[in-house]
């Protein structure tokens, strides 16, 4: 028997393609048409905006908790968040969680280790590329890493959620994604980490100017893993 998957969402659109990849990518490990069980809940993304614009880690925390506590209360064994930006709350979720956790970030660290990525290009809300979540993690594997400059950092936190959140994907957005990339790697990154969930939905592997690192299907793939373990 697989584990009993949990996912504890915030924003709708790397909810779902973290959802789509378990259930799309399992079959290749369990068979055909064949993946763990998995629950989701989640709180308004709106709901979740109020603490994390003022830095209110804990009261992020609690609604991630209410989210937990859901899912393992209709069987959930481990949860996971497909969102990398309230990930800042993680310490407080760990303390109180009725359910083990996976760490985004660390499924990311994980592969960048087994690829051989040195330096890594952060790219997410300007909440997360200014914030703790990735420097703390890489910083256990050795590996270092880049965020892009202030006025980057804005506008891509504007495309982030105005258009990203909301399914809208436009070829200007794609393209100002990849000549950050590619600014990142004149600084010496040689791979980068598509940091908030929603960005694999816009950066195309095959003309970015770095290996990607896409954290929500990076995720998935961990609690299939886990989940069979």
Not at 30 to 38: L, N, Q, S
Request: hydrophobic share 40%; net charge negative.
């Amino acid at each position: 028997m697989a584990k009993h998957i949990g996912i504890v969402a915030c924003s709708a659109e790397g909810a779902a393609l973290c959802y789509r990849t378990i259930c799309t990518e399992a079959p290749l490990k369990m068979g055909e048409h064949m993946h763990p069980e998995v629950s989701m809940h989640t709180h308004a993304l709106a709901e979740y905006m109020v603490p994390i614009r003022k830095g209110d880690w804990e009261k992020v925390a609690d609604l991630m908790l209410s989210s937990t506590q859901k899912v393992s209360q209709i069987g959930a064994d481990f949860a996971i968040c497909p969102d990398n930006t309230i990930h800042e709350a993680f310490d407080f979720v760990k303390k109180k969680s009725p359910i083990p956790w996976l760490h985004i970030a660390e499924a990311v660290a994980i592969e960048a280790r087994e690829e051989g990525f040195k330096q890594l290009a952060i790219l997410g809300t300007k909440y997360l590329m200014g914030g703790p979540v990735y420097p703390g993690t890489l910083e256990k594997f050795n590996i270092t890493c880049q965020i892009p400059d202030e006025r980057d950092r804005e506008r891509i936190d504007d495309i982030i959620f105005t258009e990203l959140v909301n399914g809208i994907f436009t070829e200007n957005s794609r393209l100002y994604f990849n000549e950050v990339i590619q600014n990142l790697k004149t600084r010496g990154c040689d791979a980068a980490v598509l940091g908030c969930t929603e960005i694999p939905l816009i950066v195309d592997p095959r003309d970015c100017p770095l290996p990607v690192l896409d954290s929500t299907r990076l995720l998935a793939r961990a609690a299939i893993k886990e989940a069979l373990v």
